[in-house]
């Protein structure tokens, strides 16, 4: 045995661990860091920015159940990774950041980029510590890489100061460490499975909430089960979509505010009753509204509103157990009730209410008239990636997900500017599936530099920019003799030629009755696209029965 160096050994640990991808930028002092990684066989990501760095690292993390790794220097590039640790930290996504850092023997003289790094990534990580002997890496990762995916998922931080990535020592003095399993399930107590099951028998007007944890704990064959079985209406969250088909009959989705409103027992399932779900309270819940709360983490039960049975357990586990459960039981929720037939006016109002929007081919277009085109484009298999206000969350409502984590979006914090790293990230984890990325024209600009990096990478994906020339609502000109409104962004601006200019394919379109063209011009296209459809400046939502942020 020889020596082995710290970043060697880095590379090596992550490796072990079962980190597959590392997205960064290089310089000072982490350059061995990225060059050992591809040695050790782990896909090194040159990136633009350190933020779309580390959003690209959670979504992997999100997608295959180990976190990917963000690589940034010290310093600003720290700083910069802040963004993606604190967008995972709330939506409960893995990811590892190592941050290089100036010499531990230049600490406190004002060294280059010198900063207090594990101090600043603290607030927003489950785990942050720095690395203080080389010896001692492998140790750090696997407990970094353990908390990151056991219990609730979530960022951690490594620092690695120069002298450490530079550091070397013998082979045979680096103590070995366990490889990590998959994180172990807990099941809930039997008593509170019955007692859930007892609490759905009793409901008029029942309904399943399906969160981001179910897709997390690849529940997905047990709900279905489940649903099939008792045959309860659900109703996904905005990450929930896809665990069950959304096209399923009993997706209420069509009438979210109508039966969150009205439903008189509540089935939580790895979701949260946060400002998404309204805080489960009045006006847009029934105030006498009964909680079942199935979590893995205990401290989320009975957050904003009581919870009447907890079913503490990992989310594939418990909704075995209530699979179980059910077969010596004759109960399933009945067809035909006035809850269903209730449900189903709800949706067919709404759905008629968007109809002449749907249906309008005046030029330039509105929202829910490119959606059409882009839904009917989209391959089932695709992973849509959503930003943008709007764009966003009328695109949650028209572009149905079949099958789970297939859509990735703002999420729980609301982050704008994750869209190209999430597409990266979709495209280097999923290189058999298309990746099309639906960003709002403000969006688009957090991260639009990573464009460069798909088109240096010739990731095949699918962008379509949704322009109404504002932040929120759109423009119809800017004016000439007074200051620009805040939301005013250049009206018509090329985003395609952006793409272009890389060495990808763009297209721009006003009409609406060449989208569609377009669209599938981008798709036959093997690399990078960027589809840039105009739209009319007050297009916007339907009209809502509640305003947004309504508690
Ligand atoms: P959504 O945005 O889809 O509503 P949230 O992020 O608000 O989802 O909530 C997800 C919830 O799922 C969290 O409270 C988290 O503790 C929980 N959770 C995460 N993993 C699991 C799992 N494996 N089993 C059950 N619950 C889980
Ligand atoms: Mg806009």
């Not at 009447?308 to 077969?327: P, R, S, T, Y």
């Not at 490119?370 to 992973?383: F, G, Q, Y």
């Not at 639906?438 to 990478?457: H, K, N, P, Q, Y």
Request: glycine letters at 10%; aromatic letters at 8%; hydrophobic letters at 40%.
């Amino acid at each position: 045995m020889g020596k082995v160096t710290g970043a060697t050994l880095m590379a090596r640990s992550l490796k072990q661990q079962g980190v597959k991808f590392m997205f960064g930028i290089v310089g000072f002092p982490v350059q061995p860091i990225a060059a050992a990684a591809q040695e050790e066989g782990i896909s090194y990501i040159g990136m633009r920015n350190e933020q779309s760095a580390s959003y690209a690292a959670q979504a992997v993390g999100y997608l295959t159940g180990r976190p990917g790794a963000c690589l940034t220097v010290s310093g600003p590039g720290v700083v910069h990774g802040l963004a993606g640790l604190a967008n995972a930290q709330q939506n409960f996504w893995p990811m590892i950041m190592i941050g290089g850092a100036s010499p531990t023997y230049q600490n406190g003289m004002g060294a280059f980029q010198e900063e207090r790094q594990v101090q600043i990534a603290s607030p927003f990580c489950k785990f942050a510590h720095a690395v203080e002997h080389v010896e001692r890496i492998p140790f750090y990762v696997e407990l970094a890489v353990r908390q990151s995916i056991y219990g609730r998922p979530g960022p951690v931080y490594l620092d690695m100061p120069d002298d450490i990535i530079r550091g070397e020592v013998e082979e045979g003095d680096v103590a070995p460490v366990a490889d990590i399993p998959e994180p172990p399930r807990m099941q809930a107590m039997p008593e509170s499975v019955e007692a859930a099951l007892d609490v759905l028998e009793q409901a008029k007007r029942p309904l399943v909430i399906v969160g981001k944890g179910m897709a997390w704990s690849r529940a997905e064959d047990e709900l279905r089960a489940f649903i099939d079985r008792t045959r309860l209406p659900f109703l996904a969250s905005p990450l929930g979509k896809g665990v069950l088909d959304d096209n399923h009959p009993l997706s209420v989705g069509a009438a979210r505010s109508h039966a969150l409103k009205e439903a008189d027992v509540i089935f939580l399932m790895g979701a949260r009753l946060n400002w998404i779900m309204h805080y489960g309270r009045p006006p847009r819940f029934n105030k006498d509204v009964r909680i079942i709360q199935l979590d893995l983490a205990a401290e989320a039960i009975g957050n904003n509103m009581p919870t009447e049975v907890a079913l503490l357990g990992d989310g594939k586990a418990v909704v075995g157990q209530l699979n179980k459960a059910l077969q010596s039981r004759q109960w399933f929720y009945p067809a035909g009730t006035d809850w269903h037939k209730g449900i189903a006016e709800k949706a067919a109002e709404n759905a008629k209410s968007i109809q002449p929007m749907i249906d309008d081919d005046s030029n330039p277009t509105n929202y829910y008239r490119a959606l059409k085109d882009i839904r009917e484009w989209v391959p089932e298999d695709a992973v849509i990636i959503g930003e943008g206000a709007n764009t966003m969350d009328i695109g949650r409502t028209q572009l149905p997900n079949a099958a789970p984590r297939l859509r990735l979006d703002a999420g729980s914090y609301g982050t704008m500017g994750i869209g190209m790293g999430f597409a990266i990230a979709a495209a280097v984890v999923h290189p058999e599936r298309p990746i099309v990325s639906v960003s709002g024209d403000s969006a688009i600009g957090f991260s639009g530099m990573e464009i460069e990096t798909a088109c240096r990478l010739r990731l095949p994906i699918k962008i379509v920019v949704l322009s109404n020339g504002g932040i929120g609502s759109g423009l119809a000109e800017l004016p000439k003799d007074k200051p620009l409104p805040p939301r005013a962004l250049t009206i018509g601006s090329g985003y395609e030629k952006m793409m272009e200019a890389f060495g990808g394919k763009g297209f721009y379109v006003e009409d609406p009755k060449k989208i569609r063209g377009a669209l599938d011009e981008a798709m036959a296209y093997k690399g990078p696209a960027l589809v840039n459809i105009r739209l009319h400046p007050n297009a916007g939502r339907k009209p809502q029965q509640f305003g947004w942020l309504t508690t």
